[in-house]
C-alpha cells in the first residue's frame, strides 16, 4: 500500500515484523498538513490501528465506488479489504500505527468461501468495533516492539487468530441485511454528538435525538455499524480521553468533565478499553512520538 505520491506525508517504519501469513509494521507519520490520499491493497487484507489519537476530522471513502464527496469517519482501526482503493482525507499532527497485512488466502480459507464487499459492508470496515480484534492487535504491537523467544512461531499464531476474528467479523457484516439500518443523517447526529467531551449520552437521549425509540435505535445502530451502541460510545469516549491526555489535561480533570464518578473509575474503563492506565498511555505515547521504537 502507497500513499498518493503528490501528497504524501511523512512516513517511517520503526519497527516491522514477517511471518506465516501476515505482516506487522509499525508506522510513524508525520502530517504537517492537511492530506488527501489514496491507499491501492492488491493483495490481501490491510488492518490499521492507530495507536496514538487520530487526526481529526480523519475520513475515508472508495470514490471509484462512491464518488469523489462521500466521505466516512476513520475509527481507530479499520480495514481495506483486497483489490480495493480507500481515499483518506485527514487532518494535520503526528501519529503511530500498527499496519497488518494478512494473507487473503488465509482468511478465504477460514472463512470457508471468499468474500464480497458491497457499498454498506466496506463503510463499516472504516470503524471496527470489535473488542476480539483490538485486544489482538495490541498483543502484536507489543510483539513487535518487543520481539521475545520464538517470535516467529507467535507472529504466525497472532495472525491466525486475527485472520479468523477478522472471516468472523467479515461474515457477520456480510450476512447482516444491508436494510435497516440508520439513515446517514442519524448517524451524523449521533456522532457529532460523541464529539462532545462532556458526560456520555444515554440511550434515551440519542433516541430523541434520531426521533427514534430506543429499539429501533440499537437494532438499526447495530446493522449500520456492525456494534452495539453501548460499545461505539465506549470507543468514542476513550478516542475523546486519549485526545486529552496527549494534551496535558489531568486524570482527575478528564473523569469529572467526562462524567465519571471518580478518576479510579475512569481509569479502570480507561484500562479495560486500552489495555494501559492513563498515565502508562501518555508515557508510551510520548516516547512513540518522540523516538522510533527500540531506540
Known amino acids: 500500500m502507497m500513499p498518493d505520491e503528490v501528497q504524501r506525508p511523512s512516513m517511517s517504519v520503526d519497527a516491522r515484523l514477517e511471518s506465516d501469513g501476515i505482516c506487522a509494521q509499525l508506522v510513524r507519520f508525520d502530517i504537517p498538513t492537511p492530506t488527501d490520499t ?22 475515508g471513502g ?21 483489490g480495493e482503493e480507500l481515499s483518506i482525507k485527514g487532518g494535520t499532527g503526528r501519529q503511530v500505527s500498527l499496519i497488518c497485512t494478512i494473507d ?23 470503524d471496527i468495533g470489535s473488542a476480539q480484534i483490538r485486544a489482538l492487535l495490541f498483543r502484536i504491537t507489543a ?7 520464538a517470535w516467529q512461531k507467535m507472529l504466525a499464531l497472532l495472525g491466525s487468530q486475527l485472520a479468523i476474528e477478522l472471516a468472523r467479523h467479515c461474515l457477520e457484516v ?25 458526560a456520555a449520552p444515554s440511550l434515551e437521549e440519542l433516541a430523541r435525538l434520531c426521533s427514534l425509540s430506543i429499539r429501533q435505535l440499537t437494532r438499526g445502530f447495530r446493522v449500520s455499524r456492525a456494534c452495539s451502541i453501548g460499545d ?15 494534551d496535558g ?3 482527575k480533570t478528564i473523569a469529572f468533565s467526562m462524567g465519571f464518578s471518580s478518576p479510579s473509575s475512569f481509569t479502570f ?23 522510533p521504537v527500540g531506540s
Open 104 to 126: 487473503a488466502a488465509l482468511v478465504h480459507d477460514l472463512a470457508g468461501q471468499s468474500l464480497s464487499w458491497d457499498d454498506a459492508h466496506l463503510a463499516a470496515a472504516l
Open 174 to 198: 456480510a450476512e447482516r441485511p444491508v436494510t435497516g439500518g440508520l439513515s446517514g443523517w442519524r448517524l451524523r447526529l449521533i456522532d457529532e454528538r460523541l464529539a462532545d467531551y462532556s
Open 269 to 291: 474503563a480507561f484500562r479495560r478499553a486500552v489495555g494501559a492506565s492513563p498515565s502508562t498511555f501518555r508515557q508510551r505515547q510520548g516516547r512513540a512520538l518522540e523516538q
Open 62 to 82: 472508495y470514490r471509484h465506488r462512491w464518488g469523489p464527496h462521500r466521505l466516512e469517519r476513520l475509527g481507530d482501526i479499520f480495514v481495506i479489504p483486497p
Open 143 to 149: 510483539e513487535v516492539r518487543h520481539p521475545g523467544l
Open 38 to 59: 489514496r491507499h491501492a491493497v492488491a493483495e490481501g487484507y490491510h488492518v490499521n490501528m492507530c495507536l496514538t489519537p487520530r487526526p481529526l476530522q480523519s475520513r
Open 249 to 251: 489535561e489531568s486524570v
Open 232 to 246: 461505539y460510545i465506549e470507543q468514542r469516549r476513550m478516542e475523546a480521553a486519549k485526545r486529552l491526555l496527549m
